[in-house]
């Protein structure tokens, strides 16, 4: 059995894919007026596999990703990378799923 974050990465959303979702995700947040750095983007996406935590509550998801984030001390210059930050990430990552026709437990 593997461990560790490359065992968490294996879903559906990974690959060509995942980089897709990201670019695409940061395109509808720069069209909200959202301006976030495109690695910050990818660092969530790739965090929540990383924890395994897709399947869950978008709520729940970026409690965890924010928590996490702390505890790595990840910060954002000038604002904090905090919960509602990545729930609109997450938000526009559900959007990219229901178009590829991928469910959020298998991404």
Do not use: N, Y
């Not at 980089?19 to 909200?32: H, K, P, R, V, Y």
């Not at 604002?79 to 990219?96: C, G, M, N, Q, S």
């Amino acid at each position: 059995m593997t461990t560790g974050p490359q065992s968490q990465q294996q879903g559906r959303l990974s690959g060509p894919l995942l980089d897709e979702c990201g670019e695409w995700i940061w395109e509808q947040l720069e069209d909200d007026g959202i301006q976030l750095a495109g690695e910050l983007i990818d660092l969530i996406l790739q965090t929540e596999r990383e924890l395994g935590v897709q399947a869950r509550t978008l709520d729940e998801i970026s409690t965890i990703v924010a928590d996490e984030f702390r505890m790595r001390g990840v910060t954002g210059q000038p604002h904090a990378i905090e919960a509602p930050l990545i729930r609109a990430v997450l938000e526009w990552e559900d959007e990219f799923l229901g178009f590829a026709g991928i469910p959020r437990a298998e991404s």
